[in-house]
T-cell receptor, first 113, second 115 residues
Framework: DAGVIQSPRHEVTEMGQEVTLRCKPI?????LFWYRQTMMRGLELLIY????????DSGMPEDRFSAKMPNASFSTLKIQPSEPRDSAVYFC???????????FGAGTRLSVL | KQEVTQIPAALSVPEGENLVLNCSFT??????LQWFRQDPGKGLTSLLL?????REQTSGRLNASLDKSSGRSTLYIAASQPGDSATYLC??????????????FGQGTILTVHP
């Protein structure tokens, strides 16, 4: 398996633009997690899905953030409108049967100017 | 609210030395604790996962212990190598109260092993 695949690897956009980050989990994994990592706040869990259903989105910072998982092999994290304080590295991870070993993607480095 | 603290924040050691990284947490009601490694510009790689009912896990030169009563976990690295240089993070999943089902990461320890 190729592991968790995230795209794009880097994204530079201007304030106010819509940003969509993509994730393909490991085939067969039933949990998918979205994280954000910054120097100031470290690594934070934003939202996670079980069998394509959002379970806990309490980490989503505000309404500008939304995440979807239309099928078992694809998820998106969308920011609309983007702001400079959203600049961070966003990671996607997947696991089998819940809080077991999580496999991380390489991340998307987002810069909002 | 669960708080996870990792000490030291940074550590520099000569090759071959045995070392210990520390992780402490405030709420002992946890589901599991996991140690990760992160290389610069990369994602996280899981090293060891300790379930709540376990006391330790071992993989090669790595040994992780868990003491829930004292709210502590340690990651022991034997015979360190330059390739061990990375940031090491601990994370845990809460199992009680307001921390139930919540995953919390520490800020990490930056390890440098010099030849």
């Amino acid at each position: 398996d190729a592991g968790v695949i995230q795209s794009p690897r880097h994204e530079v956009t201007e304030m106010g633009q819509e940003v969509t980050l993509r994730c393909k989990p490991i085939s067969g994994h039933d949990y998918l997690f979205w994280y954000r990592q910054t120097m100031m706040r470290g690594l934070e869990l934003l939202i996670y899905f079980n069998n394509n259903v959002p379970i806990d989105d309490s980490g989503m910072p505000e309404d500008r953030f939304s995440a979807k998982m239309p099928n078992a092999s694809f998820s998106t994290l969308k920011i609309q409108p983007s702001e400079p304080r959203d600049s961070a590295v966003y990671f996607c991870a997947s696991s089998l049967r819940g809080w077991n070993i999580q496999y991380f993607g390489a991340g998307t480095r987002l810069s909002v100017l | 609210k669960q708080e996870v603290t990792q000490i030291p924040a940074a550590l520099s050691v000569p090759e071959g030395e045995n070392l210990v990284l520390n992780c402490s947490f405030t709420d002992s009601a946890i589901y599991n604790l996991q140690w990760f490694r992160q290389d610069p510009g990369k994602g996280l790689t899981s090293l060891l996962l300790i379930q709540s009912s376990q006391r330790e896990q071992t993989s090669g030169r790595l040994n992780a212990s868990l003491d829930k009563s004292s709210g502590r976990s340690t990651l022991y690295i034997a015979a360190s190598q330059p390739g061990d240089s990375a940031t090491y993070l601990c994370s845990l999943v809460g199992a009680g109260g307001t921390s139930y089902g919540k995953l919390t990461f520490g800020q990490g320890t930056i390890l440098t092993v010099h030849p």
